[in-house]
């Protein structure tokens, strides 16, 4: 089925750097999700979008709602060894609010 | 439990064989998901239940994937004549009322192998 375009497919990072990761999509998406996966683990929510334009952040998290609900981006400032994990975008097309499209996933290394 | 509940956590099978794959949601919830997660993947949507309605089955990839819930309490996915395309995590999710799945909670997922 359809996914997302996420990129980067990983990053290695130091400690303390700020992280960016984006996903897009050629058709429209009414609400941008992104989770995080330990290994092991299902996903977990770190940030829900549900309108064009909005920004949201959750501590060290922001994550932004493209204007053409066509992209999202998640920023992770200061990292730090627990940000360890793959990050997961996902989106929700009108009309349904539980049939999610994932991208491919951010595999994200911090070295300490 | 607090959680999302899956059984087994691990299962490798022989092709041609089925398998059968449990999901206890968190008590209360009435909507719980199905997504598979292949090596290296996101998640894929295969089925999703809400309440006594009629579940949505459109993810499922072939007739040989069939799940059940019975009310509102566990589900099963099962899987006949395993192919080993079918190896991957299966996910099972659970969230209260219709708010949809923002609100969803994860399972550990079942490593499914098929050899």
């Known amino acids: 089925g359809q996914q997302l375009n996420q990129s980067p497919q990983s990053m290695f990072i130091q400690e303390g750097e700020d992280v960016s990761m984006n996903c897009t999509s050629s058709s429209i998406f009414n609400t941008w999700l992104w989770y995080k996966q330990d290994p092991g683990e299902g996903p977990v929510l770190l940030i829900a979008?549900?309108?064009?334009?909005e920004l949201t952040s959750n501590g060290r998290l922001t994550a932004q709602f493209g204007i053409t609900r066509k992209d999202s981006f998640l920023n992770i400032s200061a990292s730090i060894p627990s940000d360890v994990g793959i990050y997961f975008c996902a989106g929700l097309r009108g009309g349904s609010n539980y049939k999610l499209t994932f991208g491919k996933g951010t595999l994200l290394t911090v070295n300490p | 439990g607090a959680g999302v509940s899956q059984s087994p956590s691990n299962k490798v099978t022989e092709k041609g064989k089925d398998v059968e794959l449990r999901c206890d949601p968190i008590?209360?919830?009435?909507?719980l998901y199905w997504y598979r997660q292949r090596l290296g993947q996101g998640l894929e949507f295969l089925i999703y239940f809400q309440g006594n309605s009629a579940p949505d089955k459109s993810g499922l990839p072939s007739d040989r994937f069939s799940a059940e819930r019975t009310g509102e309490s566990v589900s099963t996915l099962t899987i006949q004549r395993t192919q080993q395309e079918d190896s991957a995590v299966y996910l099972c999710a659970s969230s209260p009322g219709v708010q949809g799945v923002s609100e969803a909670f994860f399972g550990q997922g079942t490593r499914l192998t098929v050899v």
């Open positions: 008590s209360g919830h009435t909507a």
């Open positions: 979008l549900y309108k064009a334009g």
